[in-house]
């Protein structure tokens, strides 16, 4: 996302100057050339989550290096080093989710791409795109229905084929329509 | 014909509006729905929102479900999905944020882009990046938008309108009025039915007349409202794209109505109380509170019984609206009448005192105050309602509905392990995959 590069910025800042910056600084960092700019970015970081205000009005930090909890930070005031080092970390949430917007979860039923691994129950993070690739696994909708398979290139066009000796590939009559590239498996146990 | 401007884009707005967007998110996670009739708003009894195969079939908005049974037999009615309305809201706002920083969020399915001086960063001319915003809504949210892009918002809403679904309008300043002769102006957004009709009386009958009316009469004829939309149809800017986000309410209000509706006077006072407690949490959540405030409760006939109290001081307090309206409940309450709803309005709001106050007799506010927030905070963490006033329990017991009209979202009966019925991932699960 675009605020992305702006919050590298506000760290930037945190980590020179020991303090969180003013909405005027925010709006010089960001390079915007209005204030009012600057506020809107204050408040979508504030939706975000990333950044808070405290009771006097200004800016402090909520979630801005990463999922990590920076409370007793903002008592302190001071970072401690080891909160230091913890900014070049990511959360679980951007270490699975590429495009956020993009995002959607599945559930398994069945067991036909059990020889990639992925097992009845288990959930897909699928990202929907136009352009997947052949050899990946994709999200098709086929009769109506969702149908998880690797995408493959045969002599007669592009095919879905299962991960499970038992089923046969499907060679769709009508066009293929895959929606979506899965990017990821969560198994909670 | 005379163009109304010279220029084409002397700012370039950008209208997004979602195709039947609550029904089109429906038929995305769940294709099979695509193609067939698809409402939402079971739980209100009427359609909110309603799939283009359904409005070929005449449904149309508010209709009621006996009627549209009658219609379209074959109908699929679905409980509204308003966290997973949200979701996609969301997502679409920061797709065309992608493209601008200026994005004014005006409704859950409905947005306004500044594009202006954008074509230099962006390598792209204004239809372009038009183009590139509706190709990633379309693909990455899976359903369909209708855009439309011109110099003010009102003729970036005639362009919008202009073609749906899936369509994108490019109107220019100088071709604005090929447009505007096609329309009638009571199309014209901000234009409503009376004013229409006085228009065209006047004989001014598509939107080309009303923005050729001249600037003198026009001054002497209109109210402001109307006039900014003149401008408007000129090319000039008269309404902002306001990307700050509401910072505060005129009013407040909750309502809710029940089913089946109920004689008990105890579960309808709990209904007023979840109400209450509702508007006061979005009127801390904007530092506000009221002195004036007007409840009402609805019969099975339709008839409302209100019931208007005035506080000493301003508050966002539950308890302390549901300790004065007790009294006032009490008297309006008939016994053996069949009650289907409660509402609460929070009027001419002011900003909270909060904390801050000095005098004594406020201290035990002040600790009140100390506790919302706590259980603000509880709310943040745990779901809304994860404490309430005792006063409220009937309603949180019974819940809003019994009956097919209290089938929750497939959502919320389908709970990932480790989620709970208040709190889910914040990613649409759009169902199984086999």
Partial sequence: MADEKHIAKVIHFFRKHKRMPSIAELT???????KKAGYDLSQRLIAQKVLAKDTTGKLVPRQLFGGIKVLGLVEAGWPSPAEEELVDTMNLDEYLIENKEATYLLRVKGDSMIDAGIQEGDLVIAERTNTPKVGAIVIAEVDGEWTMKYLRRGTQGLYLEPANKNYKPIHPEEGLRVIAVVKGVIRKY | MESLTLRSFPRAILHVDGDSFFASCEQMQDPTLRGKPV????ERGIASSMSYEAK??????????????????????????YELYSLMSLRMYDIVRRYSDAVEEYSIDECFADLTGMRRSLRMSYPRIAEAIQRDLETELGVTFSLGLAPTKVLAKVGSKWNKPSGLTVIPGREAHTFLAQLPVGDLWGIGPQTASYLTKKGVVTALDFALVDEATMARSLSKPFRAVWYELRSQMVYPIETEKKVAYKSISKTKTFTPPSTDPAYVFAQLSKNIENACIKARRYNQASRH?????????????????ELANPTALPHVIVRALREP????FRAKTQYRGTGIVL?????????MDLFGEMEGVAASYKIFEHLDAMADKFGKHSIFLGSSFLAHKRGSHEGYRGVAPKRQRALLKGETKRRRIGIPLIGEVS
Avoid at chain 2, 56 to 81: E, F, N, Q, W, Y
Avoid at chain 2, 348 to 354: F, N, V
């Fill in chain 1, 28 to 34: 010089k960092l960001a390079g915007f050339a209005s």
């Fill in chain 2, 39 to 42: 409402i939402t708003g079971l």
């Fill in chain 2, 347 to 355: 009027t001419e709001l002011e900003p909270s005192l909060s904390q």
């Fill in chain 2, 56 to 81: 070929a079939r005449g449904v149309t908005r508010a209709m009621s479900l006996r009627d549209i049974k009658k219609i379209c037999p074959d109908a699929i009615i679905l409980p509204s999905d």
């Fill in chain 2, 329 to 332: 409940f009490q008297q309006v």
């Fill in chain 2, 293 to 309: 405030l007007y409840a009402f409760l609805k019969t099975q006939d339709f008839r409302y019984q209100g019931m208007q109290i």
